[in-house]
């Protein structure tokens, strides 16, 4: 079993995004890690748009930026899988973000109104990939949320392919016999 099936078993939308790279597994699992805002440039501009202008975080990793957001790493098997959660209201301006404590904290939390979110990066063999699931709290929040995603679900998938290619960019950079 994978660490998200374990974080968020059930879910009311999935999306996943696979890449192979040539890239030895510790350079990859420092790219996931060290991955920069700075990076990932339709990244800055979607979420800029999102924020209106408020977006910031080219200074830090990705991770920290969603840590700094109120995400929170909750499943890591070195080498191999990342989990990171958050709960927010996303359809909202301000995102109406609660910061995660922990994985019990995000498991059991189900105040109405809100959508609980894990997203991973993954290593298996030669593929990179991140997956993101999201649930409603309550009939309403997945309403909302459902319409919330089908506005950003294409702009969300091409960040994820972003990650994924920047992830492999820097781990077959700092590998190049690799390529």
Known sequence: MILIDEVM????RRELHRRATTAPAPALWDAVHGLEGSELRLMRALMGLRTLGRSGGEDRTVLEGFERMGFRKVAEQPGEELVIAGIG???KP??????VQGREQFASFAE???AKVAFNFRLDGGELSTETRIAGTDAQARRRFGLYWLMIRPGSGLI???WLRAIANRAESAHPDSI
């Open 160 to 162: 994820r392919h972003e």
């Open 89 to 91: 209201r996303f359809w």
């Open 94 to 99: 301000s995102g109406g973000l609660r910061r």
């Open 9 to 12: 078993p059930v879910c009311d």
């Open 112 to 114: 109405p109104g809100f």
